[in-house]
């Protein structure tokens, strides 16, 4: 038997008179049910910001309403293809509820000892079951009498004796459709005794109540799909890609928007990090990149809690995607467009290593004309102005590269482009770009951020901070296709 069969930081009575001649925590938790839906959610932000290495903060501050009820103890139990995968908590005290939740979370997202730690690509495809528990007490009765002394379903048991200790929560006799003597002789194995050791009175036998809140993971993830061909394909190996190319020192600034590429990291992750490095991350950003894949939504907010590339993960903001789509005429959520884009995706291990707090929302635009980007521009500037601290704005954009252009024509070309960057000229630049037939595939969101930045005043500043073109590469050098790419600062301070 494996399911439901936890590790903890349980500390069991010494023996019943002296550490448990009352109950603990006599009392159930009473949640209504939109308490145990935020609970849940909030759970599996724990457990996702655990197996993806960002910061969580309090669970105490996320649920002020609820987190300092007394509780005996949590678990969190996680289950895939209806095989346990993980299973933690505590019990044995009186303690506060967010903290026992938030405790649990933490360890069955990465140290339940039976099993590897989960993985971020597993998240979506886990079950979920928060237990809280109460009212622990000796189950009455000597020998043979302790049968009788708990219900099937509403108790779990632990059974001590010297160091061996052992616990099953009150769903595993009903998972495992064990009767009384089952369910004991279950417990006793669990901490290595003889499975008649209830029986015997020198071990203490304990139960207690508790009920699990249940269902699938809550957070939906946006997977990865460029891995192996954008970037590498492997943690391992993106960690070593992302030592060498940050290798150099960082000298984060406050800024109010950057222009980054997004094509293969061998054409241009060293642009993009000279970029990343020089960037002090706020708690949000917002990535505007072009839609690659025509037929989709013209204008589409990224509407999922996580995107996931390998080894790692980084938190959306799911009330942030739904505002803009709000507050934007045209603009709608859509998981479709962004399932298959890279020019998000690219971006997001640089972002995992670099701002782990930081939650990225991404907006794919595909066309629109200059007074269309004017009134997006005006709305976005005056939702932007309504919140309490500006999201970094990213823009995702390669410079030239459709027509066959050797590596000349594509710096010229850029040139005429990035002089209109340099000049902070929204207008110019989609003007530029159009007469020119400058194939800048992000210049619709570069026209966007900067149209939006000067109506809030914040477009002071432009500065290039690195330029390359795939002919400096061993990959790009014969090719009659060079492909440029720029990064570039906004407003620094």
């Known amino acids: 038997m494996d399911s439901q069969e936890e590790p903890s930081s349980a500390r069991a009575p010494e023996s019943e008179e002296s550490k448990c001649s009352g109950p603990i925590a006599p009392v159930r938790p009473e949640l209504s049910e939109a308490e145990e839906e935020a609970l849940f959610e909030v759970a599996a932000w724990q457990v996702a910001a655990s197996v993806c290495g960002w910061p969580m903060g309090r669970l105490a501050d996320r649920l002020p309403e609820i987190a300092e009820k007394p509780v005996l103890g949590a678990f969190v139990s996680l289950k895939r293809a209806k095989q346990l995968r993980a299973c933690c908590g505590y019990l044995g005290g009186e303690i506060l509820l967010g903290e026992a939740v938030q405790q649990a979370a933490i360890r069955a997202a990465k140290d339940d000892p039976r099993f590897p730690p989960i993985k971020p690509e597993e998240l979506d495809r886990l079950q979920m079951d928060v237990w809280l528990l109460w009212n622990m007490e000796p189950v009455p009765g000597r020998g043979e009498e302790r049968r009788n002394g708990f219900q099937i379903g509403r108790h779990g048991l632990q059974i001590v004796r010297g160091d061996a200790r052992g616990l099953l929560l009150p769903g595993v006799a009903v998972e495992h459709h064990l009767d009384a003597e089952g369910f004991l002789q279950q417990v006793c194995l669990k901490a290595r005794l003889p499975a008649d050791a209830w029986k015997d009175p020198s071990t203490n036998l304990l139960r207690f109540e508790g009920y699990a809140i249940s269902g699938r993971f809550p957070l939906t993830v946006r997977h990865p799909v460029q891995a192996g061909r954008f ?77 996931i590339v390998p080894g790692r993960g980084v938190a959306s903001d799911r009330q942030l995607a739904h505002q803009l789509a709000e507050a934007i005429d045209g603009w709608q959520l859509d998981a479709t467009s962004h399932q298959y884009e890279h020019a998000i995706e690219v971006l997001l291990p640089f972002l995992a290593r670099l701002a782990p707090q930081m939650r990225v929302v991404g907006v794919s635009l595909l066309g629109g004309k200059w007074p269309e980007l004017q009134q997006f521009a005006d709305q976005l500037a005056h939702f932007l102005q309504g919140l309490p ?11 030239h590269h459709e027509e066959i252009a050797g590596d000349a024509q594509t710096r010229r070309l850029d040139r005429l482009a990035l002089e209109a960057l340099e000049a ?70």
């Open 231 to 307: 970037y590498p394909g492997t943690a391992e190996e993106i960690d070593r890609e992302l030592d060498a190319l940050l290798a150099g020192p960082r000298r984060p600034r406050r800024c109010a928007a950057i222009l980054v590429p997004h094509a293969g990291w061998q054409f241009s992750g060293r642009v993009a990090a000279a970029v990343f490095q020089e960037v002090e991350f706020p708690d949000r950003a917002i990535v505007f990149c072009p839609a690659h894949t025509p037929g989709l939504a013209r204008w589409a907010v990224a509407p999922h809690d996580l995107w």
């Open 424 to 493: 902070r000229d929204p207008e110019r630049l989609y003007r530029t770009c159009v007469e020119n037939h400058i194939a800048m595939c992000g210049m619709r969101p570069a026209v966007l951020v900067l149209e939006t930045l000067r109506r809030l005043g914040l477009l002071q500043s432009a500065r290039l901070a690195a330029y390359a073109t795939s002919a400096e590469t061993d990959l790009g050098r014969d090719s009659r296709r060079v492909v440029g790419y720029a990064g570039m600062i906004f407003n620094e301070s």
């Open 389 to 399: 601290q500006l999201p970094l704005l990213v823009v995702s954009s390669d410079m």
